[in-house]
């Protein structure tokens, strides 16, 4: 039950208390970005810790922000799905999993995991983890990375997630890059923070004891594989059953936390999302007679207008987004369902 290395830090800029979130540097109100989230969610509660927090949130864009929460709620999702799957704890040499989807071999350390197989789809693998998790085990390590699986899967489209991660290998902290996993000291810690219980008056004889990793389920309660979830302080009760005799040190919460690289899977999706667009060719002008714009399509539409570059897409999103979200909401519904070639209104 090994944590994993510090490999990053997150930079935070320090101010007084009661600091509003950044939105590409300008300050912005809780209660002007919480409405999709009800009082008591996950994403209600780590916008208020940013909110009156000492450490300043900075983000590119609300988007950024939306796609922390959203997979920060998955992250809780994955963790309640995988405690109530059936799957078992394991040592490295005791583990199992499906052989319809995985190959269960060794590393160049000896150390066995499971491989995906070839023309295995990562999401259908990843998925029967979830589904048929009697035919799983494996120790703590390996059960947080395919928490993280999870919860990216559940977030990111299905093809965009298959591509991201084609040759997952599970085998401890062993995880793919573009997770973009990091640990480090923290100020403010999230629902969905990994975190780590640690003992460190272990007894010997029972090294798999030395600590347990969990995620941060936000309501007071952290789940952690073969444990199961728990208080805090059942977390120390539970370790400080297997101390060496005469021990004196109680185990305890480190003081760091371990994420996902938040920005870089979300341009993932709002590339996913670039590509929709290009695919259909959606082309927009503001029609200032009328107070509005116009979307044209050119897959059987008479009219073609120069196809958005990302960067215009997305300002005109967030303009939308911010200034008329009326119109906003229709051009989601127009993208989704592509509706007929919107025609040229008179100007």
Not at 278 to 306: M, P
Request: aromatic share 12%; proline share 4%.
């Amino acid at each position: 039950m090994d944590s994993p290395s510090i490999d990053g830090t997150k930079e935070s800029g320090k101010v007084g208390r009661f600091t509003m979130i950044k939105i590409a540097g300008t300050s912005v109100s809780p209660s002007s970005i919480n409405g999709q989230w009800p009082s008591g969610s996950s994403g209600r509660n780590i916008i208020d810790i940013m909110a009156i927090s000492e450490v300043v949130y900075d983000y590119d864009s609300l988007d950024l922000l939306q796609f922390e929460l959203k997979l920060r709620t998955n992250i809780i999702a994955a963790s309640k799905d995988l405690a109530q799957s059936g799957v078992e704890f394991a040592g490295f040499s005791d583990s199992r999993c499906n052989s319809d989807y995985w190959y269960f071999k060794a590393n160049e350390f000896g150390l066995k995991g499971f491989q995906l197989k070839h023309g295995v789809k990562p999401s259908t693998a990843i998925t029967d983890i979830i589904t048929k998790g009697s035919k799983y085990a494996f120790e703590c390590a390996t059960a947080m990375v395919i928490v993280y699986y999870r919860a990216v899967l559940e977030t990111l489209p299905e093809e965009t997630f298959n591509k991201l991660f084609a040759g997952i290998y599970l085998n401890g902290w062993n995880r793919d890059e573009d997770l973009g996993f990091t640990s480090d000291k923290r100020v403010d810690y999230f629902p969905g923070d990994y975190r780590y219980f640690k003992n460190p008056d272990v007894n010997p004889r029972t090294p798999e004891w030395q600590g347990e990793n969990v995620i941060d389920l936000g309501d007071g309660t952290y789940y952690g594989h073969g444990i199961g979830i728990q208080t805090a302080d059942q977390m120390i009760a539970s370790l400080n059953a297997y101390r060496k005799p005469g021990a004196t040190r109680s185990a305890y919460l480190m003081d760091m936390a371990g994420y996902p690289d938040f920005k870089y899977l979300a341009m993932h999706e709002l590339y996913a999302a670039e590509r929709e667009v290009q695919d259909y060719q959606v082309g927009w002008r503001h029609d200032t007679k009328h107070g509005v714009v116009v979307l044209h399509f050119n897959d059987g539409g008479d009219l073609q207008i120069d196809p958005l570059t990302y960067a215009d897409y997305m300002s005109f999103v967030d303009t939308l987004r911010n200034e008329k979200p009326v119109y906003y909401h229709q051009l989601q519904n127009v993208v989704t369902t592509l509706k007929e070639p919107v025609g040229e209104e008179e100007t």
